[in-house]
């Protein structure tokens, strides 16, 4: 069954501590992969699209990379508005536009 | 510069009652989808139309009713609300590119509290 599962579920760090996010994916041909950032009461906002293995893409103090089986969301030195729920999706060959959801990474970066 | 607008923000009413919520796209998109973010916040496709034809159909009630006046406007009209229906429901849209890649932008969100 194709699936995105983003971990940790929630994480905490403090102001400048650096990290990674996950989101570790199984489909049958990946068309892209997407992520996304939420804050709440808003709708997600747009961050990154990596079509294939070994790409990168960097914003700021975010660079998303990908494999054949996960994608990184990595946080270099955080500030407090980094704080947000990180969500990834991915589109899969064949499949109409339709993107599978992962239940994404509730992130809070104490001052 | 709203990109992707929704009306109301904010919908509170009663069981059994028939509400829609209104989304309007400025981007020159061909594609517009519905989603519902339940209370655990995964986001749930339920429809979507490109140039006004409709292309994703999940399942969903058939008191759930999408309709597309034109490729900018994408309406969700719901009957006969239940409890289970309180969300906040997403519009988005993308450019429609069937090769992958096709990048959807979110507009604010509409919650609906069904009481």
């Known amino acids: 069954e194709d699936q995105v599962t983003q971990s940790p579920e929630a994480l905490r760090l403090q102001e400048g501590e650096s990290s990674s996010l996950n989101c570790s994916y199984t489909?049958?041909?990946?068309?892209?992969l997407f992520w996304y950032r939420q804050d709440p009461g808003k709708g997600p906002e747009f961050l990154f699209t990596l079509y294939s293995a070994g790409e990168e893409k960097e914003k700021e103090r975010l660079k998303a990379t990908l494999t054949k089986k996960e994608s990184f969301l990595h946080i270099t030195a955080p500030k407090p508005e980094d704080s947000a729920t990180y969500l990834c999706?991915?589109?899969?060959?064949?499949?109409?536009?339709?993107?599978?959801w992962g239940l994404g990474t509730s992130l809070a970066v104490n001052p | 510069d709203t990109a992707v607008s929704q009306t109301p923000k904010y919908l509170v009413t009663q069981m059994g009652n028939d509400k829609s919520i209104k989304c309007e796209q400025n981007l020159g998109h061909d594609t517009m989808y519905w989603y519902k973010q339940d209370s655990k916040k995964f986001l749930k496709i339920m429809f979507s139309?490109?140039?006004?034809?409709?292309?994703i159909n999940e399942t969903v009630p058939n008191r759930f009713s999408p309709k597309s006046p034109d490729k900018a406007h994408l309406n969700l009209h719901i009957n006969s609300l239940e409890l289970g229906d309180s969300a906040v429901y997403f519009c988005?849209?993308?450019?429609?590119?069937?090769?992958?890649?096709?990048?959807?932008?979110f507009g604010p969100g509409t919650r609906l509290t069904v009481l």
């Open positions: 988005a849209s993308s450019r429609g590119l069937a090769g992958g890649g096709d990048t959807q932008y």
């Open positions: 489909v049958s041909g990946l068309r892209g």
């Open positions: 139309y490109n140039n006004k034809e409709l292309i």
């Open positions: 999706a991915v589109q899969e060959a064949g499949n109409n536009r339709k993107l599978i």
